[in-house]
């Protein structure tokens, strides 16, 4: 079945210390990303990557890190989590964002409630 | 700055159309998306539009006019599991670096 898997699915922590959740698709796409999601802002890009050993950020990359040594995985590293990126944090993949593939959408996971206390 | 403006709820009966529109303010045009949420779900794809018109795909249709920097959802025969929010997307290059930007949602409630 084609999927994205997000891991973990809940999460509270405490300020400082590092975490990261992991991505990982099973449909060798190229294009992976981040994104968090807060009430009344919608989905916010944090990094994207367009392929391996290639990313670029997004709209609300502070605090982040991303990573991209294997094309099936993404993982976003908060290195020390603060309070405000208490969030819902989604992963999606897609066949790619070039012309060729602009009809193709993006695959989301499950989604990771993170809260940093 | 780049922004994406969406109603923030719109209410609608079961069996009735509803049209969400959707205007956009970016520095470049790729291509308008549309995504559906379910509460506690993940947003799935519903429609692509990158040239003007009308793109139909059953119930659902989406339309594009790129002078206007606007589009539209259109969802005919609603039915009660349409209750979701519903997001507007734009990609701001052609290019494989391409950042995806959305709009805030719309929040659609079918009333009986």
């Known amino acids: 079945e084609a999927q994205v898997t997000q891991n973990p699915r809940y999460l509270i922590t405490v300020t400082g210390k590092k975490l990261t959740v992991t991505c990982s698709q099973n449909m060798n796409h190229e294009y992976m990303s981040w994104y968090r999601q807060d009430p009344g802002l919608g989905l916010r890009q944090i990094y994207y990557s367009m392929n391996v050993e290639v990313t670029d950020k997004g709209d609300v990359p502070e605090g982040y890190k991303v990573s991209r040594k294997e094309k099936r995985n993404f993982p976003l590293i908060l290195e020390s989590p603060s309070p405000n990126q208490t969030s819902l944090y989604f992963c999606?993949?897609?066949?790619?964002?070039?012309?060729?593939?602009?009809?193709?959408?993006?695959?989301f996971g499950d989604g990771t409630r993170l809260s940093i206390l | 700055g780049q922004s994406l403006e969406q109603p923030s709820e719109v209410t609608a009966v079961e069996g009735a159309i509803v049209q969400i529109n959707c205007t956009y303010q970016?520095?470049?045009?790729?291509?308008l998306s549309w995504y559906q949420q379910h509460d506690g779900g993940a947003p799935t794809f519903l429609s692509y539009n990158a040239l003007d018109g009308l793109e139909e795909t059953g119930r659902f249709s989406s339309f594009l006019s790129r002078s206007d920097s606007y589009g539209y959802l259109l969802l005919q025969e609603l039915q009660m599991k349409d209750s979701a929010s519903y997001f507007c997307?734009?990609?701001?290059?052609?290019?494989?670096?391409?950042?995806?930007?959305f709009g805030s949602g719309t929040r659609l409630s079918i009333r009986p």
């Open positions: 970016t520095s470049g045009f790729y291509g």
């Open positions: 999606a993949s897609g066949q790619g964002t070039g012309l060729a593939y602009s009809n193709q959408p993006q695959h």
């Open positions: 997307a734009v990609r701001d290059s052609p290019s494989s670096a391409s950042k995806i930007i």
